[in-house]
């Protein structure tokens, strides 16, 4: 796995070895940056379920300001630490070690301002994308701007979103996964 585009270009990140996360291909990674490649620059970041946090990180190299990371898995925070400093980001990302709806309560009790993309891989099947979601609507963490990506299984249910209050925007399906792309909706 490495950084595909911007500063940290081509740089190698580590994984943690076993199934406890499942760090996004290059290939996935790349065709979800080029969707969302004039959105990136200058943004706010929050990464959900971090795993390795390549998906930060990328965002970071291609520009975003700031990245909020969240993981719960202590040697994956190791990872994240690990390849933050390897590409020299550290000082633009802060790493939350702990459970993301937690932390999205703690968030949202300092941070005034809506994230600009919030992105999600939570482990698949557990429900937690929703729980995720329902937390976002309830404070200011995404904005009727906020762009909302979730990495899930390919042939998982995306229509109960909008019950959530969210408006499925696009989805891009893969082999054996999908980015669906959400926006909040007016009413909620």
């Known amino acids: 796995m490495r950084v595909i585009a911007g500063t ?24 979800l940056f080029n969707m ?7 943004a706010s970041f929050l990464d959900l379920f971090g795993g390795s946090g390549g998906i930060a990180i990328e965002a970071l190299s291609r520009g975003a300001l700031h ?3 969240v993981e719960k898995n202590p040697l994956a925070v190791k990872c994240i630490e690990e390849n933050l400093r390897h590409t020299h980001l550290t000082d633009h990302a802060d790493l939350i070690s702990g459970d993301a709806l937690s932390a999205l309560q703690r968030i949202a009790s300092s941070r005034k301002k809506p994230y600009d ?19 976002l ?3 200011s963490l995404a904005g009727a701007g906020s762009m909302i990506i979730i990495e899930m299984k390919v042939d998982a249910d995306i229509a109960h979103f909008s019950d ?3 408006q ?3 989805s891009k399906e893969y082999k054996t996964n999908k980015h669906v792309f959400l926006r909040r909706t007016q009413e909620s």
């Not at 940290?8 to 065709?31: F, N, V």
């Not at 891989?121 to 329902?134: I, M, S, V």
């Open 137 to 139: 609507r309830e404070t």
């Open 67 to 69: 990245a909020t990371i």
């Open 8 to 31: 940290a270009r081509r740089l190698l990140l580590k994984t943690i070895p076993g199934e406890d996360t499942r760090p996004t291909t290059d290939r996935i990674k790349e065709t």
């Open 36 to 42: 969302i490649q004039m959105d990136v620059p200058g």
């Open 164 to 166: 959530l209050g969210y």
């Open 168 to 170: 499925v925007v696009r």
């Open 117 to 135: 993309i919030i992105f999600l891989d939570p482990p698949y099947g557990k429900g937690l994308e929703d729980q995720a979601l329902t937390v």
